[in-house]
């Protein structure tokens, strides 16, 4: 096994359907260890390329290296490297949680225990219920349970935590930091910006099938999307001002020698969601234009 080379290579991926393209030329990397976050809006081309990578949907042209492997061409052994989670589930199964758990554990060489896997996605109440009498957020959870038994090297999970209660995606967080430590490298699909955040180390924002912005979490948007917003009241007044600095601390200075004593002084700095927003809509926005040419 190459310790230093991607573990994800893609290269001007496409894929089209008719004369539609899902997926545009699509270039990234992702390094052995790292948790990288795929982020876009619905039908931006985030499963379609999970997909390709994942060795189940065939790509137009380009080129992918999974492992090391074309996935088009991955056999059973590279599978078995591999752990996902696909968007929607089919175990809606007639078997227990630790029936389901057992025997995929048993289809790999070198599966993680059980009941230490139950247990990490907070299922231990639940090892002998059937999986269809399960709410859809613990289904969920038997799914990711299930992209992890094999002890994967690469973790594919697309949109893992929709339908979690708020406990349960903390709990989430907490098991991808646990991969993450031990090693593993995860690609990630979410709507979710502050779980982008809280795991990823580098992201890349797809629209319309085309990467549009990649990086690491916290340069995403480069330097101008980050800069603060200062907001107050001055005192007695109700107006709230606000004013976009790259030096909040000297414009209070300055408003305090000039006798203006800010009220509700807030410090605003944008969020991931606040940036990706952005990005996203800048992006239609070119494309409109481009469009009426
Ligand atoms: N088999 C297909 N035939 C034609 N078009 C398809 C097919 N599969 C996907 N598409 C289209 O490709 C585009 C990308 O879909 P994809 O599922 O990759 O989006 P996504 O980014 O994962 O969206 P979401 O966030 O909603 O899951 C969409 O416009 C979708 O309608």
Redesign the pocket.
């Given at each position: 096994m190459n310790t230093t080379a991607p573990v994800v290579q893609v290269e001007n991926l496409r894929k089209t359907?008719?004369s539609?393209a899902?997926?545009d030329s699509v270039s990234f990397e992702i390094q052995r260890g790292e948790t990288f976050a795929l982020l876009?809006?619905?039908?931006?081309?985030?499963?379609?390329?999970?997909?390709i990578l994942e060795g189940y949907r065939d790509r137009t042209s380009g080129s992918a290296r999974v492992l090391g492997v074309d996935p088009g061409k991955g056999g059973l052994a590279w599978k078995a490297r591999l752990g996902i989670v696909l968007?929607s589930s089919g175990e809606s199964g007639n078997v227990t949680v630790r029936e389901q758990l057992t025997h995929f554990a048993g289809l790999y060489p070198n599966p993680r225990k059980v009941d230490e896997v139950i247990a990490s996605v907070g299922l231990e109440e639940k090892t002998g219920t059937l999986i269809r009498k399960l709410s859809g957020g613990q289904r969920r959870r038997v799914d990711v349970a299930l992209g992890i038994i094999g002890n994967p090297e690469l973790v594919f999970l697309?949109?893992p935590t929709t339908g979690f209660d708020p406990e349960a995606r903390q709990q989430f967080w907490r098991l991808i930091r646990r991969l993450k430590a031990d090693g593993t490298s995860i690609l990630l699909?979410t709507?979710y910006l502050d779980e982008a955040a809280q795991l990823g180390d580098r992201a890349g924002v797809?629209a319309g099938?085309k990467m549009i912005d990649i990086g690491a979490i916290d340069e995403l948007g480069g330097a101008e999307a980050r800069v603060p917003i200062v907001r107050w009241r001055e005192r007695g007044g109700d107006t709230v001002r606000e004013e976009r600095t790259h030096s909040p601390g000297t414009l209070v200075a300055s408003l305090m020698t000039n006798g203006i004593e800010p009220a509700g002084l807030e410090v605003i700095r944008p969020s991931l969601e606040d940036i990706y927003l952005q990005l996203v809509a800048d992006h239609a926005t070119a494309h409109e234009v481009e469009n009426a040419r």
């Open positions: 359907y008719g539609f899902a997926v876009g809006p619905n039908g931006a081309g985030k499963s379609t390329t999970i997909e968007q697309d949109e699909t709507h797809i099938g």
